[in-house]
């Protein structure tokens, strides 16, 4: 599937922004998507997942609470609604997606991904 990610810019802290992960090339509900994100000198982190169906979801703790990941399979887009930014929320956004074809996905490792869109800046200033 291919990713492309958008909604980036910049904030200051306390703002929100929404992200937007549009996909293409394939069956979007055959994948789970899961938001990534990369701080300079940082390795990528694992920020928020959903399931094929959005029945499931998964944040990090650093997120938890300001963050929420949804998805609309009809119009093959997955969203991460971002409040209460923080500075240490500056990263590269990165859209990412694993072919589950139904099953669970329970390890969402940089590693356990099929698909990366290129990634989106979010800069939130102090």
């Known amino acids: 599937v291919q990713l492309q990610a958008s909604g980036g810019g910049s904030v200051q802290a306390g703002g929100s922004l929404r992200l937007f992960c549009a996909a293409s090339g394939s069956i979007f509900s055959d994948n789970a998507v899961g938001w990534f994100r990369q701080a300079p000198g940082k390795e990528r982190e694992f920020v928020a997942g959903?399931?094929?169906?959005?029945?499931?979801?998964y944040n990090a703790d650093s997120v938890k609470g300001r963050f929420a990941i949804s998805r609309d399979n009809a119009k093959n887009t997955v969203y991460l609604q971002m409040n209460s930014l923080k500075p240490e929320d500056t990263a590269v956004y990165y859209c990412?997606?694993?072919?589950?074809?139904?099953?669970?996905?329970?390890?969402?490792?940089?590693?356990?991904?099929?698909?990366w869109g290129k990634g989106t800046l979010v800069t939130v200033s102090s």
């Open positions: 959903i399931s094929w169906s959005g029945s499931k979801i």
């Open positions: 990412t997606a694993k072919t589950v074809r139904g099953l669970p996905l329970t390890s969402w490792s940089v590693h356990d991904m099929d698909d």
